[in-house]
């Protein structure tokens, strides 16, 4: 592997109960260091803030009706030279982000996708 640094960015818009269960899932994530940004509506932040690991997570307001632009605010506030994104109704495998960045160990390679 590497020493990039990695962030993981979530956006969500109305749906708290599906933003627990993927947070829960990239909690639980068998690699490290990375930082989690959640771009979210109140009711998500919320719902986010009453997570254990809230402390951890980046949270990051936004209420419109737009992912593109909700996306490119969490790039934004991402301070890992990678940055993974994920659909706040997924629930990823514990090793997602472990086979997800495996491909940058290649010299050649300048974009990864899942």
């Known amino acids: 592997m590497t020493d990039l640094t990695v962030s993981v960015v979530i956006v969500s818009r109305e749906r708290p109960l599906a933003l627990r ?8 994530l068998q ?9 979210a509506d109140p009711v998500g932040l919320e719902a986010a803030q009453k997570l254990p ?4 997570l980046k949270l990051v307001p936004f209420d419109e009706a737009n992912i593109s632009a909700a996306r490119n605010l969490g790039l934004t506030h991402a301070a890992g030279e990678i940055v993974a994104f994920i659909d706040d109704d997924a629930v990823p495998k514990s090793t997602w982000l472990r086979h997800l960045t495996a491909p940058v160990a290649c010299v050649e390679v300048a974009a990864m996708g899942g």
């Open 21 to 28: 269960r993927c947070l829960t899932g990239v909690s639980q």
């Open 53 to 56: 690991f809230a402390n951890d």
């Open 31 to 39: 690699f490290a260091p990375f930082e989690i940004v959640v771009v």
